[in-house]
């Protein structure tokens, strides 16, 4: 009894059961709570308004510009009745860019804004993955302590033991020594857990945005898949927020080509302009006023240094975006694959750890330990038994848990959210 106070005074951990107070944090509210405290989502729906907002402005035409002019004016008394030249003009002028480049500008900024939309989207996604990842480790550690916690009860018993067949005269001081010894060496393995914990609550608690000692988990792991088919989830990639947000970006290539073949065309103005006149002509009749109407174009020279070269690099840039788009869909196929195999596996070692390696270890300690009391067998034979029962136990946790977290990979692929 004398180790478990110990144990108690070093780690200042209590019984299992009692130790956590506070509520249960479930897989989906820390996913929620995460979502919700993300900068990140928000910046990119910004973003999207932004571009949205801006689609609107650049389809616009430019503002006109309005003239006002003095024509004329002698110099002598500066009078506008003088000569009949002088006149005040006031006009109006309207430039209209070349051809359908005002709507093919502002569908390529709408193509930016759904560019952004994905972003955001595989942002979400990723913060779930993320979320899952920190939380399903967090739950191999608070396992992995309730594990070794119930072993070290074990261990004091083998302490007990030891020291009492060693009172007896019927083994040596060398047993009691090595029970002793793994004793304390689980100790350390307690503190080591204990480490972890701390580390993975933290990074857990800041991406939730909560205090990191507030952090209660359940019980038992949260049901991901039940099955899983491979083509199905195959199927789900066209609808990544990576994929279209690669397809948006091809879509503003395409604008980009299309947008630099209107350059080719001229732009042109549209002027009107107004003259005031004062005075009388040489047989008494007011002078008329002048109405000009002009147009200007703006023909596109030396097409070979702007024009075509200007072709050229949207093209080269719509041909990076389609790369893009195949690396995007290659990458995402190869994890899929990677993740599903990584999947049946565990599925398998899951099964056998319990079927088969963990019964196996516990009866082979029990088997053991009852050798050992009846000396046919000697102590390092029940503490190795022992030391494998208590591993074999974390393995198996640790491979619910890996499947789960493959689990949760192939969720940030099909898109999934329960």
Same mark, same amino acid.
């Given at each position: 009894?004398?180790?478990?106070?110990?144990?108690?005074?070093?780690?200042?951990?209590?019984?299992?059961?009692?130790?956590?107070?506070?509520?249960?944090?479930?897989?989906?509210?820390?996913? *929620?709570?995460?979502?919700?405290?993300?900068?990140?989502?928000?910046?990119?729906?910004?973003?999207?308004?932004?571009?949205?907002?801006?689609?609107?402005?650049?389809?616009?035409?430019? @503002?006109?510009?309005?003239?006002?002019?003095?024509?004329?004016?002698?110099?002598?008394?500066?009078?506008?009745? $003088?000569?009949?030249?002088?006149?005040?003009?006031?006009?109006?002028?309207?430039?209209?860019?070349?051809?359908?480049?005002?709507?093919?500008?502002?569908? $390529?900024?709408?193509?930016?804004?759904?560019?952004?939309?994905?972003?955001?989207?595989? =942002?979400?996604?990723?913060?779930?993955?993320?979320?899952?990842?920190?939380?399903?480790?967090?739950?191999?550690?608070?396992?992995?302590?309730?594990?070794?916690?119930?072993?070290?009860?074990?261990?004091?018993?083998?302490?007990?033991?030891?020291?009492?067949?060693?009172?007896?005269?019927? =083994?040596?001081?060398?047993?009691?020594?090595?029970?002793?010894?793994?004793?304390?060496?689980?100790?350390?393995?307690?503190?080591?857990?204990?480490?972890?914990?701390?580390?993975?609550?933290?990074?857990?608690?800041?991406?939730?945005?909560?205090?990191?000692?507030?952090?209660?988990?359940?019980?038992?792991?949260?049901?991901?898949?039940? @099955?899983? @088919?491979?083509?199905?989830?195959?199927?789900?990639?066209?609808?990544?927020?990576?994929?279209?947000?690669?397809?948006?970006?091809?879509?503003?290539?395409?604008?980009?080509?299309?947008?630099?073949?209107?350059?080719?065309?001229?732009?042109?103005?549209?002027?009107?302009?107004?003259?005031?006149?004062?005075?009388?002509?040489?047989?008494?009749?007011?002078?008329?006023?002048?109405?000009?109407?002009?147009?200007?174009?703006?023909?596109?020279?030396?097409?070979?240094?702007?024009?075509?070269?200007?072709?050229?690099?949207?093209?080269?840039?719509?041909?990076?975006?389609?790369?893009?788009?195949?690396? $995007?869909?290659?990458?995402?196929?190869?994890?899929?694959?990677?993740?599903?195999?990584?999947?049946?596996?565990?599925?398998?070692?899951?099964?056998?750890?319990?079927?088969?390696?963990?019964? *196996?270890?516990?009866?082979?300690?029990?088997?053991?330990?009852?050798?050992?009391?009846?000396?046919?067998? @000697?102590?390092?034979?029940?503490?190795?038994?022992?030391?494998?029962?208590?591993?074999?136990?974390?393995?198996?946790?640790?491979?619910?848990?890996?499947?789960?977290?493959?689990?949760?990979?192939?969720?940030?692929?099909?898109?999934?959210?329960?």
């Amino acid at each position: 009894m004398f180790y478990y106070f110990r144990y108690l005074f070093i780690f200042g951990l209590v019984l299992p059961g009692l130790a956590n107070a506070g509520q249960v944090l479930s897989l989906l509210e820390a996913e *929620q709570l995460a979502l919700t405290e993300d900068p990140g989502i928000k910046r990119f729906g910004s973003l999207a308004q932004a571009m949205e907002e801006n689609s609107v402005a650049v389809g616009q035409l430019p @503002d006109p510009k309005l003239k006002l002019g003095f024509m004329n004016f002698p110099t002598n008394t500066f009078a506008r009745d $003088q000569e009949p030249m002088t006149q005040i003009q006031v006009g109006v002028q309207q430039m209209f860019p070349r051809g359908k480049s005002l709507d093919i500008k502002s569908q $390529q900024s709408l193509s930016g804004a759904r560019v952004q939309e994905q972003r955001g989207a595989n =942002r979400e996604r990723m913060i779930r993955k993320t979320v899952r990842l920190k939380w399903l480790e967090f739950f191999y550690w608070l396992k992995a302590e309730n594990i070794v916690f119930k072993n070290r009860k074990l261990f004091e018993q083998l302490v007990e033991v030891a020291q009492y067949h060693y009172g007896a005269g019927r =083994r040596n001081q060398q047993d009691v020594i090595r029970a002793q010894l793994e004793l304390s060496r689980l100790d350390d393995r307690i503190l080591d857990i204990k480490t972890r914990q701390e580390k993975i609550r933290a990074e857990l608690g800041v991406l939730i945005n909560r205090p990191s000692i507030d952090i209660v988990l359940p019980e038992k792991l949260p049901i991901l898949y039940q @099955d899983i @088919d491979l083509d199905q989830l195959v199927k789900t990639l066209d609808r990544h927020p990576k994929i279209l947000a690669a397809q948006a970006m091809v879509k503003r290539g395409q604008q980009g080509v299309s947008l630099a073949r209107e350059a080719y065309k001229p732009a042109w103005g549209l002027g009107v302009t107004y003259g005031f006149r004062d005075g009388q002509n040489g047989v008494g009749v007011d002078r008329p006023d002048f109405l000009s109407l002009g147009i200007s174009l703006d023909i596109p020279l030396f097409q070979e240094k702007r024009q075509d070269r200007k072709l050229k690099a949207s093209q080269f840039n719509l041909g990076a975006n389609r790369q893009m788009l195949d690396q $995007q869909y290659l990458d995402l196929k190869q994890a899929l694959e990677r993740d599903h195999a990584d999947w049946l596996r565990l599925t398998e070692r899951v099964s056998f750890y319990h079927k088969t390696l963990v019964p *196996q270890a516990k009866q082979n300690t029990e088997a053991a330990f009852f050798a050992y009391q009846n000396d046919r067998a @000697d102590f390092p034979t029940v503490m190795k038994a022992r030391i494998t029962e208590l591993n074999t136990e974390l393995k198996s946790i640790r491979m619910h848990v890996n499947r789960a977290k493959s689990e949760a990979r192939l969720r940030y692929i099909s898109g999934e959210e329960k």
